[in-house]
């Protein structure tokens, strides 16, 4: 066994009483022939999830490594993973795991490991997801292909989280961190798929080795996907275009093929559409520089946009009941 570090896993824990020790579980259960570390922040939680992380800390000192904030640090808007865990690791390799998530395969670290090692040219291993939604215990599978694959870059930055679950990314150390040009507001699991992409390839396994909590208490989910005002679905969706204004940019100065720049193109395009539908309605596509955007989108995203126009007026018509 090689004395180095070979995988950093990184994970952000706060107020995940509940759910902590499933993540702890799948990390420490790992059967590797090589060294794994585990970076965990607990971010000043104010209920036992410091005490049950550094439990296990006790019981495996040379897996888990934990930081315990006295503050919080997400609210004071530090990026956790970028500017703490990311500069303690040591591995070849990064993993990433939220403390509400969780591995459910013991071998999940050995597959990808094999395979980047093996596959000079990619810059990440992913694989199928259990989604378990909290408020009803009901689960299904991310994804029901049952072959291996690429994954290409327009199904990337087309579809984004959706392409695969930030609980399965192993990611050659390099490419983990998102440059400053390509940083977005409120989320990062977007901006990162996109940067592994134009940087190498991303493998797809068909085996479900990690489970998505949806819906739990103080979640993404739970914030944004239940009753979200028009106000926040705005917001929302501003960011969003923002960052693929970004990375428009981006991939024009760093000279990507115009096979990426078109994808990039279409997206960005659809993202400016949609947002001007949020904020001033559907017919805004009927006229002036919205209908020639919308014209020179392809088939998918026109239907995308059109999507949201149903989709805002069913909302509209909804809330003034």
């Known amino acids: 066994m090689n004395d180095d570090v070979v995988v950093s896993v990184l994970c952000t ?30 971010d000043a939680s104010t209920d036992h999830t410091a005490a049950i992380i550094a439990e296990y800390e006790a019981k495996y000192p040379d897996i888990i490594k934990p930081v315990y904030q006295t503050e919080n640090q997400y609210s004071k808007g530090v990026s956790i993973t970028k500017s703490i865990l990311f500069p303690q690791s040591k591995g070849k390799y990064t ?8 591995w459910c395969d013991e071998n999940k670290l050995q597959k990808q490991v094999d395979f980047l090692e093996s596959h000079e040219g990619y810059a990440a291993c992913v694989h199928n997801t259990r989604l378990m939604d909290c408020r009803t215990g009901g689960s299904w599978p991310m994804y029901k292909g049952d072959q291996d694959r690429d994954l290409t870059f327009k199904e990337v930055v087309n579809y984004s989280a959706a392409c695969f679950h930030t609980s399965s990314i192993l990611c050659r150390r390099e490419w983990f961190c998102i440059p400053d040009e390509l940083r977005a507001n409120g989320f990062g699991d977007y901006p990162r798929a996109v940067y592994m992409r134009l940087n190498g390839k991303i493998h797809y396994l068909k085996d479900i080795m990690s489970v998505y909590r949806m819906f739990t208490a103080g979640s993404w989910t739970a914030r944004n996907q239940n009753n979200a005002s028009k106000q926040q679905r705005i917001c929302s969706q501003k960011a969003r275009t923002d960052f693929t204004e970004k990375l428009r940019r981006y991939c024009r100065e760093q000279g990507v093929t115009p096979e990426y720049q078109k994808a990039v193109n279409d997206v960005a395009n659809r993202d400016q559409l949609q947002l001007a539908v949020l904020q001033k309605g559907g017919r805004c596509l009927l006229h002036g520089p919205q209908l020639g955007i919308f014209m020179g989108l392809s088939l998918e995203k026109k239907i995308h946009v ?3 126009v149903r989709t805002e007026f069913k909302t509209e018509r909804n809330e003034k009941r």
């Open 13 to 42: 824990a706060y107020n995940h009483e509940k759910y902590i020790r499933s993540a702890l579980d799948g990390f420490v259960n790992q059967k590797t022939n090589f060294r794994y570390e585990v970076l965990i922040n607990d």
């Open 95 to 102: 993993a990433i795991c939220e403390g509400d998530d969780y």
């Open 306 to 308: 059109l999507d949201t």
